[in-house]
């Protein structure tokens, strides 16, 4: 069955700008998170989304929001973009009660 | 706060000869890890996993093992092949269905042909 799907796989931005980065989970997968990846920082837990509700939310600021659909899809959104934001940021959806999750491939974003 | 400790940044190991990555924690709450390892290019993979009740987990190459009382896990790697060259996730988790995974910074294994 397929994978975890993240659109775009690759992008370039300019500070200030705004990105919305997407996610299709597995079939079957209610479950969707997503993580930021930087150089020596590991894998940053940013929110976790089930049955279209934000169940969990990491410690990043508020120009980091996600949203997720009906059909188990999910969306995130960063605006007014820093230099900083700049990373692989990842996806991972799993089943209900689950604790393995499954992840894209991801997006790398990179801001000028 | 980092609660979820890799401390070697990276590791080099003959081919054949094991492979043991360390990882440390300090949520005691935690009763759930995980392994999770990472081609370039390509998101993690889910390697092995081990609960609270247990001390050791297998899977064929793969051993995990657990020290509560240290709050330490490691993951060893018999025998070590070049295509298990990659980076190395420790992950856990609490109960409860809010959970969320915390990661590690990772480590990077070498394995010399």
């Known amino acids: 069955k397929a994978g975890v799907t993240q659109t775009p796989r690759y992008l370039i931005k300019t500070r200030g700008q705004q990105v919305t980065l997407s996610c299709s989970p597995i079939?079957?997968?209610?479950?969707v998170s997503w993580y930021q990846q930087t150089p020596g920082q590991g894998l940053q837990f940013l929110f976790e989304y089930f049955s279209e509700t934000q169940r969990n939310k990491g410690n990043f600021p508020g120009r980091f929001s996600g949203r997720q659909f009906s059909n188990s899809r999910s969306e995130m959104n960063v605006s007014t973009l820093e230099l900083g934001d700049s990373a692989l940021y990842l996806c991972?959806?799993?089943?209900?009660?689950?604790?393995?999750?499954?992840f894209g491939a991801g997006s790398r974003l990179t801001v000028l | 706060d980092q609660q979820v400790k890799q401390n070697s940044p990276s590791l080099s190991v003959q081919e054949g000869r094991i492979s043991i990555l360390n990882c440390d924690y300090t949520n005691s709450m935690f009763d759930y890890f995980l392994w999770y390892k990472k081609y370039p290019a390509e998101g993690p993979t889910f390697l092995i996993s081990i609960s609270s009740i247990k001390d050791k987990n297998e899977d064929g190459r793969f051993t995990v093992f657990l020290n509560k009382s240290a709050k330490h896990l490691s993951l060893h790697i018999v025998p070590s092949q070049p295509g298990d060259s990659a980076v190395y996730f420790c992950?856990?988790?609490?109960?409860?269905?809010?959970?969320?995974?915390?990661f590690g910074k990772g480590i990077t294994l070498s394995v010399r042909p």
């Open positions: 992950a856990a988790s609490a109960s409860g269905a809010n959970s969320k995974l915390t």
């Open positions: 991972a959806s799993s089943l209900a009660g689950s604790n393995v999750l499954t």
């Open positions: 079939s079957g997968h209610r479950s």
